[in-house]
């Protein structure tokens, strides 16, 4: 991001530097917070503009850069979670938090840019347990305090003094909230198959989805399993999620029916194996996965092309 100028002023800010390499942190904290690229940059751009229309002795005054900027990012991202939940009543179609791709495939998504461009690594997310659609599903599920208090002090590890301040509630209230994060992320956990079997399984998947093999998709699938699709309304996509492997693999079979020269690649999505579908070089679909016991019991299938922007070699746009 570029500063604001500081003519007026005497001289350049000296903590110049040191405020614009907390870009990076709150670029982390937004979109664990939101869910979507598009929605953390715009609240780490609105935090720095806060911060420059401050005037110098104003931002001298700060005794922690870093704490005022991560203050107001997460008061304006529990601002927005808030009326999320309003906009997404008019979201046609299920709704499902932006899928990531592994660093080195990362490309801008910024409207605008060339596709293909690289992107500046201040935008990139970190990849860890906590971007995983499946612990993102279960954020989407909490209240936006719920959601606030946990990511900041079980993810980001701030006391709860701290993240009162942000909460606008007492430490002991903010206790609680993330007490109540926990026993839903506990409640929707299911013990995973580890990483190099997840992957396995997978990788079996495309092929039967490549062959056509109906068999080997249902058993390849929980008899439970649900997929659940987000077009957003801006490309086809089922609007309610489907259950039942059998159903689910029909589902596969029937796509690849209908979109023809389409690539599926094997590729991390959101810090886990998953798979990419092309058309012509475009990624079209980017499908994150949750493996237990040897079988896919859920599959989220990213189609919304405003949420594929970061994905080479390019989308629609």
């Known amino acids: 991001m570029t500063a604001p100028s500081e003519q007026g002023d005497a001289g350049p800010d000296p903590r110049l530097s040191a405020i614009a390499g907390e870009r990076r942190h709150l670029i982390n904290l937004a979109y664990r917070l939101l869910g979507t690229l598009a929605d953390a940059e715009d609240v780490v751009q609105e935090t720095y503009v806060r ?12 005794r922690s850069p870093g704490a005022w ?23 046609v179609g299920e709704w499902i938090p932006e899928p990531l791709p592994d660093r080195a495939e990362w490309v801008d998504g910024r409207p605008g840019d060339a596709p293909g461009d690289p992107a500046d690594p201040a935008d990139r997310v970190t990849l860890d347990e906590s971007v995983n659609m499946a612990f993102l599903v279960v954020l989407e599920s909490m209240t936006p305090a719920e959601r606030v208090a946990f990511v900041l002090h079980d993810v980001f590890r701030y006391p709860f003094a701290e993240v009162a301040e942000i909460v ?11 007490s109540s994060a ?17 992957a396995d399984v997978i990788r079996d998947f495309r092929r039967a989805w490549e062959a056509k093999d109906i068999g080997a998709l249902v058993g390849l699938l929980a008899p439970e399993a649900t997929m659940t699709s987000d077009g957003g309304g801006l490309v086809s996509a089922v609007l309610r999620p489907i259950e039942g492997g059998e159903r689910i693999a029909r589902h596969a079979l029937t796509i690849a029916g209908m979109v023809p020269g389409m690539t599926i690649l094997e590729r991390t999505v959101s810090g886990q194996p998953g798979l990419v579908a092309q058309q012509g070089g475009v990624t079209v679909a980017v499908m994150a996965f949750e493996v237990a016991d040897d079988r896919i019991t859920r599959i989220w299938a990213v189609r919304n092309p405003e949420k594929l922007r970061p994905w080479a070699p390019g989308t629609p746009g």
């Open 182 to 198: 926990r026993r839903r992320i506990r409640a929707s956990r299911t013990l995973p198959a580890p990483a190099a079997r997840r």
């Open 168 to 178: 606008g509630r007492t430490p002991a209230a903010c206790r609680q909230l993330a």
């Open 51 to 62: 911060w420059y229309a401050m005037s110098r002795e104003q931002r001298e005054a700060v």
């Open 69 to 91: 900027l991560t203050t107001v990012a997460g008061r304006i991202c529990l601002d927005l979670l808030g009326s999320a939940r309003v906009r997404r009543e008019s979201y």
